[in-house]
């Protein structure tokens, strides 16, 4: 049973939820700042709930009030709503961090991802690593968590795979290892509790491309066909992109397409395995 009170930012997102549950389950007093109040009724766990725009710095004042640690697993994806990366990923943060500094928090993790400090060179880290930089730099302890992809990230193989036949770019043998949320959940409380200032993590298993193909076309129960493309392709999708659309619609692809160039493989922990993973959403959809 902890004693210490820690915030969550990002709470309504996939690994946002499991932390929440996973610090309640370890005895944390958890407060979480959610955008709506529509949305405090997601959160009946908790001990308080507090709503206000990370990228309106006015409507933060007390969030971090009497708070031990912060954990933000702040970021968008997609940008859309008329906000950028830079808004989200960076100056929302930004403005959760300057909160924490005036009230006097003694720690704060941030979720970012795997190879980020090596791709800013792509939308979707450029705003990211800018704020790791910042969150580095401040008079504050920090913890910085790298996870590999998500299992929910699996989706684009699980929904080509339900049409009968995967696509992979090369000979499919880049190498990877995805973590569940619940097990991510996990390791970033450890971590803090810890005191780890920077770590990357991915999940038990690491796959082939190759074979997280076949396990996501097994889960639909069909053959096994994949089709691969030559790595030109790839490669020429992203230069399509980035010149023949806006940052808005090439942030995504761009980073999908990226990571299918190459291995990503972090640390293995936790104890979710991807196969499983494939048959319950499969049975579910």
Request: charged letters at 25%; a neutral charge; glycine letters at 10%.
């Amino acid at each position: 049973m902890s004693n210490k009170k820690v915030l969550v930012a990002g709470a309504t997102g996939y690994l946002g939820h499991y932390l929440v549950r996973e610090l309640k389950k370890r005895g944390y007093w958890v407060r979480v700042l959610v955008r709506q109040e529509s949305q405090r009724e997601q959160f009946e766990m908790v001990d308080e709930v507090f709503v206000g725009q990370i990228t309106q710095p006015e409507t933060l004042k007390g969030v971090t009030q009497g708070i031990d640690w912060v954990f933000s697993t702040v970021g968008i994806t997609r940008q859309k709503d008329g906000l950028t990366y830079m808004d989200v990923d960076y100056q929302g943060n930004a403005n959760l961090l300057q909160q924490a500094l005036t009230d006097g928090v003694a720690a704060f993790q941030y979720v970012s991802a795997i190879g980020g400090d090596q791709l800013r060179h792509l939308k979707i880290f450029e705003a990211k690593e800018r704020f790791v930089d910042e969150l580095k730099a401040a008079s504050i302890q920090h913890s910085i968590v790298r996870p590999n992809g998500f299992f929910s990230d699996m989706g684009d193989f699980l929904d080509m795979a339900k049409r009968g036949r995967v696509y992979l770019f090369g000979d499919g043998q880049f190498r990877l290892n995805p973590i569940h949320g619940a097990d991510l959940a996990e390791y970033c409380v450890e971590a803090m509790e810890a005191g780890a200032r920077e770590v990357t993590v991915g999940g038990p298993d690491t796959l082939s491309h190759n074979e997280l193909a076949a396990l996501a076309l097994l889960a639909w129960q069909k053959p096994v066909r994949i089709t691969h493309l030559p790595d030109w392709t790839r490669r020429l999708a992203i230069w399509g992109a980035r010149t023949f659309t806006s940052p808005k619609t090439y942030g995504p692809l761009e980073f999908f397409l990226t990571a299918m160039g190459g291995h990503n493989v972090a640390p293995a922990t936790g104890s979710r395995h991807l196969q499983d993973y494939f048959k319950s959403e499969a049975y579910r959809r």
